[in-house]
C-alpha cells in the first residue's frame, strides 16, 4: 500500500486538488472567479516553459538516439501490429465518443472565459493551411505557444543537424544540459500544479455551473469503461484469432501480474521486466517478448490514443466544431507518439501539440491536463496489457499459427 501511493502521490494530489476546486466553484458559484489569477499563474507557468521545453526535448532525443539493431523480420512485424492496433483504438475511441457526448456541445460559450481567438479559419485552401499549420514566415514567430507544430518541425531538423555536424560535442553536451534544467523546471512548476489546477476548475465551474464538471465525470466514467471493454474483450479476440483457445488461457493466467504492477506503478516503463517474463511465460519466444515489450512502450499505448481521442472530443464538443475522422485519427495517434518520446512534460507537449493541430485555443490547456490526471491510471494499464497481446499478434506473423507448440 506505501509503495502504490507513493507511485501515485502527485496523481492523487492533483486529483484531490481537482475535487476540492469542483466542490468549491459549485458552492460559491460566481465567486469562484475570485480563485482565477492562482490558476492563471499555473497556466502562464507552462506557457513560459513550454516552447523551450519542446525544442530541447526533441533536440536531445535525436541527438541521444542509437542505431536501432535490424531485427528484420521481427521489427517489420512489429511495426505492422503497432500500426493495426493503434488504428483500432483510435476508431474505438471515436465510435465511443461519437455514441457518447463527453461534454454539452458549445457549453456556454466557454471562448469568452479562455479570452482567446479560437478555431482556425476554415477558408483557407487544404495546402495554404499545411504552410500556415507546418511553418512561420519569420524566426521570432517560432517562440510563440502559438506555433507549436513549426517548433516541432524545426526542432527535429535541429537536432538532425546536429547530429551531422563535426565538432559539435561541446554544443551537444550544452543542449544536453539545458534539456535537463528545463525537466526539473517542469517538475518545479507542477508542485504548484495543485493549486493552479484546483484554482482554474473552481473558476470554471463557478462561472459555467456543473457542465463543464459533469463533463469531466462522464469522460472518467466513460473512458473507464471502454478501457474495461478493451481489457477483456478486444484484447481477449486478438489472442483468440491469432492463437486459439491455447492462447487465450495461457494469456489470462499470466496478464494479471503486468496489469498489477502498471497499477501499482503508474509507469509503462516500469512494468517492463514483469511484463516481458509474463509474456514469456505465455508462450512467446524470447527474442519477440524482447523486442516486442520494449519497443511497445515506447511507439504503442493503446490506452494514450484512446485517451488522444477521447481529450479531442472533448474539445471538440466543447467547441461544437466538426473536424474529419481521418484528422482526429492522425491528430491522436502523433500526440500519442509525443507523449511517449518525452516521459517528462510529454504530456504536455502532447496537449498543447492536439490544441496547435486543431485550432483550438491554447488556453484550453489546463482542460486536457485534467483529463489526462483523471484517466491515468486505466490509460496506463491498456499502454502495458497491449505490448502483451502485441506479442502473441507478431509470433502469428512471425512463426505461423502453431507458434504456441514450437
Known sequence: MKKFIKNYKSTLILLISIIIGAIIGLVMGSKATVLKPLGDIFINLLFVVIVP?????ITSSIIKMESPKRLGKIMSRIVITFIIMSLIAAFIGIFVTKNFSLVEKNSPNIVSLLNEDSIVDSNLS???RTASLLTVSDFNL?????SIIPLLLVSIIFGLALRKSKNSEK???VILGLNDTILNMVKYIMYYAPIGLGSYIASLIGTYGSTIALGFLKTFIIYTITCLVVYFVVYSLYILLVSGPLGLKRYWLNILAPTATALATCSSAASIPVNVTSTKKMGIKSDIAEATIPMGTSFH???SVIGSVFKVMFLVYLFNTHPS???IILVSILATLLITAVPVGGGTISEAFILSFMGFPVSALPILTI?????DAPATVLNVVGDSASSFIVSRMVDGKNFLLK
Open 53 to 57: 521545453l519542446i525544442f530541447l526535448t
Open 301 to 303: 499505448k493503446d490506452g
Open 142 to 146: 517560432l517562440l510563440s505557444k502559438d
Open 371 to 375: 483529463i489526462a490526471t483523471i484517466i
Open 171 to 173: 554544443l551537444k553536451e
Open 325 to 327: 475522422l481521418g484528422t
Open 126 to 128: 487544404l495546402l495554404e
